[in-house]
C-alpha cells in the first residue's frame, strides 16, 4: 500500500464522487468538485492544502482524508499544525483500519517534517481517534443576543475587501494574544476563510446561503470587522474583530445589522466565542455548550497540549 496525493486527475474525480454525499453542503456534484479545486487554487491553498489517499498496489483507493498546514503560536512559541480533515474509506473497505493506517501514516510524514501536533474536528464523536491517540479539547459554542434599539446606532457599517485583511490580522494577534493556543491568522489564511465561505455561498442555490464581511473603519483603516453566514436556520457570526478593549463597536455593528429589518424577528445568531474575546456591552452571551464538531488533538513532538476552553482561541471560520 502506498499513500499518494489526490489533488488531480481521475484519483481526485474518484475522490469527489464518492464523498459527495456526505459533505456536499447543498452543492450539485459538478460544484462541489468545482468548490474544492477553488479552494486548492487560492494562495493558501496551495501551500496549506492537500488531499491524500491510501490505494493499494493496483491504485485502488482505500481510504483517502485531507491534511491542513496551519501556522500556530503554543504558549508563546510559533510552529505547526496538521489539521487533518474529510477522512473516508469507499464502503467495500470498511472495517479493515485503512483510515487509521493513512492517519498514522501521513501523522509520521508531519512528524518528520518538525510539526508539532495534529488537529482534527470530529463529526461522529470521540471515540475512534481516542483510540489513536487524540484527546477532546473544548471549544465554546453560544447563542449571541443583540440588545435592539429603536433605531439603528449612528455608525457606518461597508462591505470589507482585500484592503482590509491586514487590520483583521493585527486584530486577531492582539486579542489572541493571552491564550495559550491560536491560530496565527496571517492575511492569506483570512483570505482563504473567506474565499472558502463566499465560494460556498456563490456555488449554490440561489437564496441558500449568505455571507457577509462587514467593517466599520476610522480615517481609512477598519477597527472592527465582522463574518456572518446567514441560511434559513440563523446567522452563524464565523469570525469578528475589534480594536476597542469592550468590543463595542462590534456590538454596534450587529445592532446595525439587526436594524436593517426592525420588523423582523430577531435572528438566531450562534458563534464559537473566545473566552479571551471581550463580550461587547451591547450583547449577551447565552446557551453556552460544547461544540458540536468536538476538537481534537494529537502531540507529535515533546508538547504540552491546552484542556480547558479558556486556554484556546479559535474562530468558527476555521473550521476543517
Given at each position: 500500500?502506498?499513500?499518494?496525493?489526490?489533488?488531480?486527475?481521475?484519483?481526485?474525480?474518484?475522490?469527489?464522487?464518492?464523498?459527495?454525499?456526505?459533505?456536499?453542503?447543498?452543492?450539485?456534484?459538478?460544484?462541489?468538485a468545482q468548490w474544492y479545486?477553488?479552494?486548492?487554487?487560492?494562495?493558501?491553498?496551495?501551500?496549506?492544502?492537500?488531499?491524500?489517499?491510501?490505494?493499494?498496489?493496483?491504485?485502488?483507493?482505500?481510504?483517502?482524508?485531507?491534511?491542513?498546514?496551519?501556522?500556530?503560536?503554543?504558549?508563546?512559541?510559533?510552529?505547526?499544525?496538521?489539521?487533518?480533515?474529510?477522512?473516508?474509506?469507499?464502503?467495500?473497505?470498511?472495517?479493515?483500519?485503512?483510515?487509521?493506517?493513512?492517519?498514522?501514516?501521513?501523522?509520521?510524514?508531519?512528524?518528520?517534517?518538525?510539526?508539532?501536533?495534529?488537529?482534527?474536528?470530529?463529526?461522529?464523536?470521540?471515540?475512534?481517534?481516542?483510540?489513536?491517540?487524540?484527546?477532546?479539547?473544548?471549544?465554546?459554542?453560544?447563542?449571541?443576543?443583540?440588545?435592539?434599539?429603536?433605531?439603528?446606532?449612528?455608525?457606518?457599517?461597508?462591505?470589507?475587501?482585500?484592503?482590509?485583511?491586514?487590520?483583521?490580522?493585527?486584530?486577531?494577534?492582539?486579542?489572541?494574544?493571552?491564550?495559550?493556543?491560536?491560530?496565527?491568522?496571517?492575511?492569506?489564511?483570512?483570505?482563504y476563510a473567506l474565499s472558502?465561505?463566499?465560494?460556498?455561498?456563490?456555488?449554490?442555490?440561489?437564496?441558500?446561503?449568505?455571507?457577509?464581511?462587514?467593517?466599520?473603519?476610522?480615517?481609512?483603516?477598519?477597527?472592527?470587522?465582522?463574518?456572518?453566514?446567514?441560511?434559513?436556520?440563523?446567522?452563524?457570526?464565523?469570525?469578528?474583530?475589534?480594536?476597542?478593549?469592550?468590543?463595542?463597536?462590534?456590538?454596534?455593528?450587529?445592532?446595525?445589522?439587526?436594524?436593517?429589518?426592525?420588523?423582523?424577528?430577531?435572528?438566531?445568531?450562534?458563534?464559537?466565542?473566545?473566552?479571551?474575546?471581550?463580550?461587547?456591552?451591547?450583547?449577551?452571551?447565552?446557551?453556552?455548550?460544547?461544540?458540536?464538531?468536538?476538537?481534537?488533538?494529537?502531540?507529535?513532538?515533546?508538547?504540552?497540549?491546552?484542556?480547558?476552553?479558556?486556554?484556546?482561541?479559535?474562530?468558527?471560520?476555521?473550521?476543517?
Amino acid at each position: 500500500m502506498n499513500v499518494v496525493v489526490a489533488d488531480s486527475g481521475p484519483l481526485l474525480d474518484r475522490v469527489l464522487g464518492l464523498t459527495y454525499d456526505i459533505w456536499n453542503e447543498g452543492l450539485t456534484e459538478r460544484a462541489y468538485a468545482q468548490w474544492y479545486r477553488a479552494q486548492i487554487r487560492t494562495p493558501w491553498g496551495r501551500q496549506h492544502l492537500q488531499r491524500f489517499a491510501l490505494v493499494d498496489d493496483a491504485g485502488g483507493l482505500l481510504a483517502t482524508a485531507k491534511r491542513y498546514r496551519y501556522r500556530v503560536r503554543l504558549d508563546g512559541r510559533f510552529g505547526w499544525m496538521a489539521g487533518i480533515g474529510a477522512v473516508f474509506t469507499p464502503l467495500p473497505h470498511r472495517g479493515q483500519g485503512y483510515a487509521s493506517q493513512l492517519i498514522e501514516r501521513l501523522l509520521e510524514m508531519e512528524r518528520r517534517d518538525g510539526v508539532w501536533f495534529a488537529g482534527l474536528f470530529s463529526e461522529i464523536g470521540t471515540s475512534f481517534y481516542e483510540r489513536l491517540g487524540f484527546a477532546a479539547v473544548p471549544i465554546d459554542e453560544v447563542t449571541i443576543r443583540v440588545d435592539r434599539k429603536a433605531g439603528a446606532p449612528a455608525m457606518l457599517v461597508r462591505v470589507g475587501d482585500d484592503r482590509d485583511l491586514p487590520a483583521l490580522e493585527e486584530m486577531h494577534r492582539v486579542r489572541s494574544s493571552s491564550v495559550r493556543l491560536a491560530l496565527d491568522r496571517d492575511r492569506s489564511l483570512i483570505h482563504y476563510a473567506l474565499s472558502k465561505k463566499r465560494m460556498l455561498a456563490g456555488l449554490g442555490p440561489v437564496g441558500l446561503r449568505q455571507v457577509e464581511f462587514v467593517v466599520a473603519e476610522e480615517g481609512v483603516s477598519a477597527v472592527a470587522y465582522a463574518v456572518l453566514h446567514g441560511n434559513a436556520n440563523g446567522w452563524t457570526l464565523e469570525e469578528a474583530g475589534d480594536r476597542d478593549p469592550a468590543g463595542a463597536r462590534l456590538g454596534a455593528m450587529l445592532q446595525v445589522l439587526v436594524a436593517r429589518e426592525p420588523s423582523a424577528p430577531m435572528p438566531l445568531i450562534r458563534a464559537w466565542w473566545p473566552q479571551a474575546f471581550p463580550v461587547p456591552p451591547q450583547l449577551a452571551l447565552t446557551d453556552r455548550s460544547a461544540a458540536r464538531d468536538v476538537f481534537m488533538v494529537r502531540p507529535l513532538a515533546d508538547i504540552a497540549m491546552p484542556e480547558k476552553a479558556e486556554d484556546v482561541f479559535y474562530w468558527h471560520s476555521d473550521h476543517f
